[in-house]
């Protein structure tokens, strides 16, 4: 069964990235080592957003990422920058929260919230 409140939430996310002019490179990016929700390219910036749909007021940005989250992460990102032989750009990891309410969602950015490489 899909997680729609993950999906609502990453539709929103994209959407709130994409009005500050950033363009999306993938949507949902697997490979061996694990997924990135959304990598998005901010200037010359190669950005890897995870994007968390809460509910809960007590998660930090950074407190609903774990370590071993946070080491599949890297590994993707770093697999996806050499394949695409931009190891040499300027890349960072954000997190997006969307918490989904009634009458209005509340979208945070979080800029380079998990150090890389």
């Known amino acids: 069964m ?3 409140s993950g999906s609502l939430g990453e539709a929103l996310a ?3 990235l994409k009005k500050k002019g950033w363009t999306l490179l993938a ?3 697997r490979n061996r080592f694990g997924e990135i929700d959304l ?3 901010d200037g010359e910036r190669i950005v890897f957003v995870e994007v ?3 509910r809960s007021e007590s998660l930090s940005p950074e407190e609903s990422i774990g370590p071993r ?3 599949h992460l890297k590994k993707t990102a770093l697999l996806f ?3 695409n032989q931009w190891l040499e750009r300027p890349a ?3 997190v997006v929260t969307v918490r989904l309410s009634v009458p209005q969602n509340l979208i945070e950015h979080f800029s380079d919230v998990i150090t890389f490489p």
Request: proline content about 4%; charged content about 35%.
């Open 81 to 83: 920058l050499q394949k």
């Open 27 to 29: 949507r949902n990016l």
């Open 69 to 71: 989250k946070i080491r």
């Open 52 to 54: 968390k749909s809460l």
């Open 92 to 94: 960072r990891f954000d």
């Open 14 to 16: 994209l959407n709130f």
């Open 39 to 41: 990598v998005m390219k």
């Open 2 to 4: 899909p997680n729609l």
